[in-house]
């Protein structure tokens, strides 16, 4: 029985941020080109139609983690997960962007095959498991960084012995009742942050159970000078200069990070100091033993954990845990904490473009085994790019550089009868280091299923918006790195190449 075969230009994977951004700036900046979304869930949105647990939020104000070309108009600056869905779906609607998308639908497998020079991307309908194939000249990932499927839980011992309900915030119960119930949230990042101050307001009691202790930092919820500006200029011009000032604010307090840490350690413990009081044991649940972003760090919306904390309906553990009980947790000190719900926010499994596999003229592609160009390419897939956002800021403003730099290709490639570009090391090698410079445990558990980076450009992750800027919105498409090839026919041998 033959496959079916659907022929596009352009095959994007993932109708998140990264996906949606992407096909606009394809329509904008190469205007006829032929492209689709694959999208395995029923709906758009990425994360942000992935995770249900009560509270979720953006992590980052929302005028820099907004798209470029679409303003942000709600007041919120630190906004709800429903807000940024109807954001995203907003700008699929508009832009028609939401008629090319395949739902319900997930890549198995994707080949790029050399005589052709064209990707056979194999999908599969994930009601009816039916497949079908998609050819396309060009690849892009724009489906994050993490395993949809499971989140991380580390190995507990006597977790089977708890009588109660077990949650990972990636998979919340929609039913799940826990009016009244004493719980356990173990963790101590973004989730953990934003699930104990929301599961509070109806809670019997919320314990923040954290092995060791994250930087945490308040910001209103609203941005007085972004409602003012916007109050007086044009929408677009009040957006830009907010997107800058917000943009510029990140980076000074980064650098700021990395120079004086502690100074910014300091300014950090005062402000936990200030909403908890003198008396509070801030040095045992609000110090890290690491500095100010080696690991991310977490913003509360109007010191919404340290209310739910000073008010009682909340409280923060330093421990270990020995083992689960029948009841609760036992500590190795040998504290025991009772709980009807124990939410394990843990973390997520990292999963960089490793959901379905990769090849090259049905070889398998080992993404561990290349090193990432300009932090959206690698090295052996010709004709492919993937969405990252940045660890230090937010993720679209990469993500938009990533999809304006692609187009940047084609019309190249287009322009000057290319069938396909290809990232190359240098002839003398090249120095690796770690993909991302982070402590993370969910960075550091997945280093070896990642790409690794160098240490000099184009083949190093800035981490820097303005560098990015440069490298891949002003900066020619051509350099020393990366070959464009023409193929003659029947034959998959390059008959020019290009620098």
């Keep these: 029985m033959s496959i079916k075969t659907v022929q596009v230009e352009v095959l994007i994977v993932g109708a998140g941020i990264s996906g949606i951004g992407a096909a606009y ?14 999208e395995a869930r029923s709906s758009l949105g990425g994360t942000w139609d992935l995770f249900r647990y009560p509270g979720i939020r953006s992590d980052s104000d929302m005028f820099t983690f907004g798209f470029n070309f679409k303003p942000w108009r709600t007041p919120k600056a630190i906004s709800p997960s429903e807000d940024i869905k109807t954001y995203i779906a907003e700008a699929a609607s ?27 991307t194999e999908i599969e309908n ?18 994050g960084y993490y395993n949809y499927e499971k989140g991380y839980t580390p190995v507990f011992k006597g977790i089977e012995r708890f009588t109660g309900d077990i949650v990972h915030p990636q998979h919340w119960p929609q039913d799940l009742d826990y009016a009244g119930k004493n719980i356990i949230v173990i963790g101590s990042g973004a989730t953990a942050v934003t699930l104990v101050p929301a599961l509070a307001a109806t809670a019997g009691h919320v314990t923040m159970l954290q092995r060791s202790p994250t930087y945490i930092a308040s910001r209103p919820e609203q941005d007085v000078f972004a409602n003012v500006i916007r109050r007086y200029l044009p929408v677009k011009l009040a957006y830009s200069i907010i997107r800058w000032v917000k943009i510029l604010q990140g980076m000074l307090l980064f650098n700021l990070s990395r120079r004086r840490p502690e100074k910014v350690k300091k300014a950090i413990r005062q402000g936990v100091i200030d909403a908890l009081g003198e008396d509070y044991p801030v040095d045992t649940h609000f110090n890290p033993s690491y500095q100010p972003w080696d690991q991310r760090a977490c913003l509360i919306p109007d010191g919404d954990l340290f209310s739910a904390i000073k008010s009682g309906t909340a409280s923060v553990v330093t421990e270990h845990i020995d083992t689960f009980t029948e009841t609760g947790v036992k500590l190795q000190s040998g504290e025991e904490l009772a709980a009807d719900i124990i939410v394990t926010a843990t973390g997520l499994n990292l999963e960089i473009l490793s959901s379905y596999q990769l090849s090259v003229d049905q070889k398998p592609f080992s993404v561990a085994d290349s090193y990432c160009y300009k932090g959206m390419m690698l090295n052996g897939l010709p004709n492919f790019a993937f969405s990252m956002g940045y660890t230090n800021a937010s993720w679209t403003l990469k993500s938009d550089l990533v999809g304006q730099y692609v187009c940047r290709l084609i019309n190249h490639m287009h322009k000057h009868h290319y069938d396909y570009c290809e990232p190359v090391l240098p002839a003398n090698g090249i120095e690796s280091e770690p993909f991302i410079d982070f402590t993370s445990g969910y960075i550091t558990r997945a280093l070896d299923k990642m790409p690794k980076q160098g240490r000099d450009k184009p083949w190093k992750l800035n981490q820097n918006y303005i560098l990015d800027s440069l490298s891949l919105h002003y900066s020619s498409v051509v350099d020393d790195s990366i070959v464009f090839s023409t193929i003659q026919p029947n034959n998959p041998q390059p008959k020019n190449k290009s620098k």
């Design 25 to 38: 700036h394809l329509q904008k900046h190469c205007p006829g080109k032929k492209y689709a979304i694959i």
């Design 94 to 120: 508009e832009n028609g962007i939401d008629k090319h998308i395949l739902f319900e639908h997930k890549v198995i497998s994707a080949n790029w095959d050399s005589a052709s020079a064209k990707w056979l």
């Design 126 to 143: 994930v009601q009816t498991g039916e497949c079908c194939q998609y050819t396309s000249h060009f690849l892009f990932s724009g489906a």
